[in-house]
């Protein structure tokens, strides 16, 4: 899962703001921060936080596969999805993703 500071992850971030910028089509970020992840880190252990992140990551990496959309960690327990749409498709979008994280976790 691209981290933000990976080359691949700032060249799309570049790339598909530079698109947008010519064009003007809707684009739309979405911001995700694990709530009380660092409770649950401390209490389950580090490797059970991990395997969190990971199911986390993969949420997002299989809802922002389409052509201009990328997913990247921002770090810690943080993500992002950027995504070339408006913003209820874009809410729409957000609230799939948290019934999927929230559905992970069970």
Not at 28 to 43: C, E, G, Q, T
Request: hydrophobic content about 45%; charged content about 25%; aromatic content about 6%.
């Amino acid at each position: 899962f691209p981290s933000h500071d990976t080359p691949s992850t700032g060249r799309t971030l570049h790339e598909e703001i530079a698109r947008a910028a010519r064009t003007r089509p809707p684009l739309a970020l979405l911001i995700a921060d694990v709530d009380h992840f660092k409770r649950y880190n401390d209490a389950l252990g580090h490797p059970a936080g991990d395997v969190c992140l990971q199911r986390i990551a993969a949420v997002l990496l299989a809802n922002g596969r389409r052509a201009g959309e990328l997913a990247a960690r921002l770090g810690g327990e943080e993500f992002a999805v950027l995504t070339p749409m408006d913003a209820e498709a874009a809410f729409e979008l957000a609230e799939r993703i948290r019934e999927e994280v929230w559905g992970a976790a069970s």
